[in-house]
């Protein structure tokens, strides 16, 4: 698998929800896949709009997405409106505890910031005591390229 974007065959899949402790189910395998091989997050209707079709049921998708997030194969982002998104754990790149997202404000579209670093720095003469406690998530909205051109 790379860090971006990774096919994940069923072998795989079952041996990581084993590892994690859960039965592996065709549902399971079939979203786990699907958001491995998308490479950014992926809300509930991202993935449902691929697997209904494929005659995956829209309450079993959403149950998987939350089961393999709280057996932390998955991370869940909240991005503000409402709709969570899942992107598969890849490693150093979602335990550093800081991984950054960009949201764009006029399509919605989410996407990871590999290989960006954020510093949270205090200026000088700022306060003695610590700024934040543990950070767990930097989130940035703007305007992606596409919209940005309009």
Known sequence: MNAATSELTVKEAREMLRGAGLRSTTSRVAVLQHVAVAGKPLSHSD???????????????????????????????????????????RGDHHEAGQHPHFMCVDCGKVTCLNGVEVKIVKTKGGAKEPLLGEVTEIFLKGRCLECGKA
Do not use: M, Q
């Open 47 to 89: 993935v449902a709009e691929v697997l209904v079709p494929e005659g995956f049921d829209k309450s079993t998708i959403y149950r998987c997405l939350v089961e393999l997030a709280d057996a932390n194969i998955l991370t869940r982002l909240e991005v503000g409106d409402h709709s969570w998104r899942f992107e598969l754990r």
